[in-house]
Each structure stands twice: as structure tokens, then as C-alpha cells.
């Protein structure tokens, strides 16, 4: 069974970059069917799909991020990441790694990201 | 990018009653591209339907989803326990990928 954990930093100063480790167990992301994603959820507010790498390092951002965005994929560690720059407050959330077809599924179980002095 | 706004905020209904939760979209989504999540306190969301219809691996028949165009309906037909929840539709049919605000489904 699919298992995908978040690891990195829970809180991260104004300004300074946020970067955030999932770890896949259970199958491979070097996988030509999936995408692997990063989805987050600020605090009272929707889910927000932010990037997805491709198995072969083809990435895709959400336009309102995409300057600040960064998404790679480590195939030999069976891990992808993020990278966010230039954080503020906005950017506090749950982060999520979701594996992706054109839906999520499936998720690991979040990490809270804070960003805050 | 295509906005989904779910109604109503926040359902509140008894076990065995039946639920129905909506999700309209600000333009056509294309081929049925929509999906449905659950997601509990504390818990990452899981997906229960997409093809607006189709439930995922697991997911008892109870949940059904219909729709198309702009909109789109999670019916649950009988409410147990473990369905109380927030539920958010998904649309992937123009990128980016773009979630509703959610729906609470909570016990009255």
C-alpha cells in the first residue's frame, strides 16, 4: 500500500524559504502513470493545488506561485520536494504530497507549516 | 481558473437521512472532469469519486455523484456515523486544479 510522508521545517521566518521533503514507501515514483503533487490548506481556507513533477522532472506550478515554486523529484531516494521563497503569513498552511492522475489520491497525512518571526 | 463554490456551508442531518451536497463550477467543466473528497479533523482528505460518478476503490455505494456542466451533486443516500465530515468537489478539467470551499456535514 502507498504510504507518502511530508518531513521539513514547522515554522519558517518572513521572507526566508520553506522547503518541505516527501517521502514515498510501497511503490515507486518513477512511475510513467502518476504525477506526484504538493496540495496545501491555510487555515479555515480551501485546498490549493501548488505543483506537480512528472516522473521524468517535467513540472507543473500553479500560476499565482510559480515565481516562488520550485518542485523536484529524487527518484533514487523515492522522494520529491518543494521548495517555496520569499514566505509570508499567506503561505501558513497544511501542507500536503498527494500522489496524482487528475484527481489526489493518495495523500500523506499533512504538515503545518507556520511562518511567522 | 474555474471557481467551484459548494452548497450549503454547512448540512446538518441525522444518521439514516439522506444527503445531498452541491458544488456549481463558474464555467463548463469538460468531459465530467470532477472529483469528490472526504476529509476528517486532523486527517489528510481521501478521494470518493471522480468522473463525477465513479467511486474510488473502497467506497460504499451509498455515495453517488451526478451532474454535469456546471453542476454537479454528492448524494449520500443514508447517513452512517462515519460520514459526518467535510466534503469538497475538485475540478481537473482546466488547469490549475481548483477545490470548492467545502461542505461540513455534521450531526444535528
Known amino acids: 500500500q502507498l504510504h507518502l510522508q511530508e518531513s521539513g521545517p514547522g515554522l519558517v521566518k518572513p521572507s526566508e524559504t520553506l522547503s518541505l521533503t516527501c517521502t514515498v514507501s510501497g511503490g515507486s515514483i518513477n512511475n510513467p502513470n502518476y504525477y506526484w503533487a504538493w496540495v496545501r490548506q491555510p487555515p479555515g481556507k480551501r485546498l490549493e493545488w501548488i505543483a506537480s513533477v512528472y516522473y521524468n522532472g517535467v513540472t507543473y506550478y500553479n500560476p499565482t506561485l510559480k515565481s516562488r515554486l520550485r518542485i523536484s523529484a529524487d527518484t533514487s531516494r523515492n522522494q520529491f520536494s518543494l521548495r517555496l521563497t520569499s514566505v509570508i503569513a499567506a503561505d501558513t498552511a497544511v501542507y500536503y504530497c498527494?500522489?496524482?492522475?487528475?484527481?489526489?489520491?493518495?495523500w500523506g497525512q499533512g504538515k503545518l507549516v507556520t511562518v511567522s518571526s | 481558473e474555474i471557481v467551484l463554490t459548494q452548497s450549503p456551508g454547512t448540512l446538518s442531518l441525522s444518521p439514516g437521512e439522506r444527503a445531498t451536497l452541491s458544488c456549481r463550477a463558474s464555467?463548463?467543466?469538460?468531459?465530467?472532469?470532477l472529483a469528490w473528497y472526504q476529509q476528517k479533523p486532523g486527517q489528510a482528505p481521501r478521494v470518493l469519486m471522480y468522473g463525477v460518478s465513479t467511486r474510488a476503490t473502497g467506497i460504499p455505494d451509498r455515495f453517488s455523484g451526478s451532474g454535469s456542466g456546471t453542476d454537479f451533486t454528492l448524494t449520500i443516500s443514508r447517513l452512517e456515523p462515519e460520514d459526518f465530515a467535510v466534503y469538497y468537489c475538485?475540478?481537473?478539467?482546466?488547469?490549475?486544479?481548483?477545490f470548492g470551499q467545502g461542505t461540513k456535514l455534521e450531526i444535528k
Open positions: 498527494a500522489r496524482q492522475t487528475d484527481w489526489f489520491d493518495p
Open positions: 475538485q475540478q481537473y478539467g482546466s488547469p490549475p486544479r481548483t
Open positions: 464555467q463548463s467543466i469538460g468531459d465530467n472532469y
